[in-house]
T-cell receptor, first 114, second 111 residues
Framework: DAGVTQSPTHLIKTRGQHVTLRCSPISGHKSVSWYQQVLGQGPQFIFQYYEKEERGRGNFPDRFSARQFPNYSSELNVNALLLGDSALYLC?????????????FGPGTRLTVT | RKEVEQDPGPFNVPEGATVAFNCTYSNSASQSFFWYRQDCRKEPKLLMSVYSSGNEDGRFTAQLNRASQYISLLIRDSKLSDSATYLCVVNAADSGYALNFGKGTSLLVTP
């Protein structure tokens, strides 16, 4: 079975630009979460979606937005990029949004903002 | 104060050694507990869930003490392939079921 997939794998953007990152969860999983990991830190929670609805939001500015589609795939959008947005962006999928089931991570998108 | 705190590390141990990682969490509403392993520049991979009664998976043993809000991971007979960063992870219902990660503890197993 395919695991969580993310695209693109690497991305270089300039300050002020916007970016869209994509994620496809494991087949049968209905919940997708997004995390940001900067070097030397653990992942930080950005959003969780379940059945196309936002179930949780971390402490990130409104420049960050996300959505989930009917096929449970998801997009993370970041506007007005800052140098500090450079990080590994991880998508995780789980069966549902209750926290009962484990979350499985995709390989991530490495974003560099110059 | 961070919600999840781990030993700062790094831990350098010889092959065959036993090593223990500790973790504390601050949210008493935490419901689910995990250890993830992360190799350099890769995604975190679930190592094991942690249950109240403690649980074992081969060379790995996890313990949870809810009263002290403390989680541990014991690795016996360390292998070179165990070298990685180990992330303590806690999930709390009152935070939107988000996973809260510790900063991670780096383990290097040497020949």
């Amino acid at each position: 079975d395919a695991g969580v997939t993310q695209s693109p794998t690497h991305l270089i953007k300039t300050r002020g630009q916007h970016v869209t990152l994509r994620c496809s969860p494991i087949s049968g999983h209905k919940s997708v979460s997004w995390y940001q990991q900067v070097l030397g830190q653990g992942p930080q929670f950005i959003f969780q979606y379940y059945e196309k609805e936002e179930r949780g939001r971390g402490n990130f500015p409104d420049r960050f937005s996300a959505r989930q589609f009917p096929n449970y795939s998801s997009e993370l959008n970041v506007n007005a990029l800052l140098l500090g947005d450079s990080a590994l962006y991880l998508c995780a999928s789980s069966l549902d949004g209750t926290g009962t089931f484990e979350q499985y991570f995709g390989p991530g998108t490495r974003l560099t903002v110059t | 104060r961070k919600e999840v705190e781990q030993d700062p590390g790094p831990f350098n141990v010889p092959e065959g050694a036993t090593v223990a990682f500790n973790c504390t969490y601050s949210n008493s509403a935490s419901q689910s507990f995990f250890w993830y392993r992360q190799d350099c520049r890769k995604e975190p991979k679930l190592l094991m869930s942690v249950y109240s009664s403690g649980n074992e998976d081969g060379r790995f043993t996890a313990q949870l003490n809810r009263a002290s809000q403390y989680i541990s991971l014991l690795i016996r007979d360390s292998k070179l392939s165990d070298s990685a960063t180990y992330l303590c992870v806690v999930n709390a219902a009152d935070s939107g079921y988000a996973l809260n990660f510790g900063k991670g503890t780096s383990l290097l197993v040497t020949p």
